[in-house]
């Protein structure tokens, strides 16, 4: 096994889930969530070619901004990796707030490890996805769609920045 992908696989983890968003009610506004990696999975080798791999993660978040600012999201993301690059095969998560709480599911995502001197640094991302379920305070929310960005700030851990649709 090579170290590369397991690198790979924890930034997986980090990354997105996410793209786990949790964002202003009204549409077009914004919300910042700042993430660590809680659980990675060592990216499982698919054959076939070299660097080709799943990875599963889970993350948690605390967000600023929006309907569940303070709030708590957890999520799971599972990407394959084709080298350097990983597609979202699946993403999915909770915000919980007093008063608030959404579901999402990501429909689409990508992600790139960023490279300096051969070396991996970090990764960053992009993604979309449609809160499936919005209570309380955030109960205008259901339904919609969001996009997000995302990047590592250090080891484990990524920030990622969400607009409504």
Known sequence: M???PQLSAF???AALTLGSADVFAQSGATARLYCHAVGASTPEPLGGREG????VGEITCRVEGGATDG????GTTIYEWDKGVATMLSGIGVT????ATTAYQHTEGKQSLVMVDGKVTGATGSGR???TLATGAAASN????YSYTFRTTAPGQFIVDVKND
């Open 2 to 4: 090579i170290r590369r």
């Open 11 to 13: 930034i997986a983890v």
């Open 52 to 55: 080709h791999a799943i990875a």
């Open 71 to 74: 709030g708590v999201l957890t």
């Open 96 to 99: 919980r707030k007093p008063g």
């Open 129 to 131: 996805g449609r809160y």
């Open 142 to 145: 259901n339904g919609k769609t």
